[in-house]
């Protein structure tokens, strides 16, 4: 039996409802979503989402993952071992409760490491730099191919000269006043960068949980565990009592 997914999973716990309360959940939702995601999904590439990238092992990362010679923290090789199951940046991060943020700052750094390869997508590997904070607003949007390299050298001429004039104005509010971007680009960045930092759990949602230090991240994600398998455990025992009560065999 191949394992199922923490995404198919959480999924599930929607198709199988009633067709009456699916209903209510859909249009309910439908009409909040569309407007809320329409903007998101036009700047972000709706066609290749950054969070459905499978990142793709080299030969290097296959060695490191088995060796261990660069010594790097764990979360590294929780990662290499996802990638060897080819589960996409989705994926990794619901299984492992990280943020999205968390496994995009990985992702990049192995990258960089030559650990995973390159995505082909420029504008897949834009928003994870972006989100990873190795990029800024001005160079994601020209990734994205919201403004070309011309622009983007205008606007940093323009940023340095009004610094002099003792201005202390952001790039991509020089973008904006030149006509380049609108005001409306940056809050839809800004704020996907925001979300990002938002991790989710099944079952429990959103969670702003920011630990001050490594040791209580370790501690924070070990009880995380311990609950997220004490509910699959009860979720076990229900099943089995159901499959009883309708008598469905295996």
């Not at 088995?66 to 199951?85: D, H, Q, T, V």
Request: proline share 2%; net charge positive; aromatic share 8%.
């Amino acid at each position: 039996m191949t394992e199922q997914k923490v995404s198919e999973l959480f999924l599930n716990n929607i198709y199988v409802l009633p067709l009456w309360v699916k209903q209510v959940i859909y249009l309910k939702t439908k009409e909040k979503l569309t407007d809320e995601l329409a903007e998101f999904l036009d700047l972000l590439n709706p066609e290749n989402l950054m969070q459905h990238y499978v990142p793709e092992l080299t030969f290097k990362g296959k060695r490191e993952l088995e060796k261990r010679e660069l010594g790097l923290p764990e979360n590294f090789y929780i990662f290499l071992m996802n990638c060897s199951k080819k589960d996409d940046l989705f994926e990794i991060t619901l299984a492992n409760y990280w943020t999205m943020a968390e496994t995009a700052k990985i992702f990049v750094r192995s990258v960089e490491l030559e650990l995973v390869d390159l995505p082909e997508s420029d504008k897949t590997y834009a928003v994870a730099q972006f989100l990873a904070g190795k990029i800024r607003t001005g160079e994601v949007l020209r990734k994205l191919g919201k403004i070309d390299i011309t622009q983007l050298e205008k606007s940093i001429r323009e940023q340095k000269e009004r610094q002099k004039r003792g201005e202390n104005i952001k790039i991509a509010d020089c973008m904006i006043s030149l006509g380049y971007i609108t005001d409306k680009d940056v809050k839809i960045l800004l704020a996907f960068k925001e979300e990002s930092r938002k991790r989710f759990i099944m079952g429990m949602g959103l969670s702003l949980i920011r630990p001050e230090n490594a040791s209580d991240q370790q501690r924070i994600y070990a009880n995380m565990q311990r609950q997220m398998k004490k509910l699959d455990q009860e979720n076990k025992i229900l099943k089995n009592r159901l499959r009883k009560i309708l008598n469905i065999q295996e």
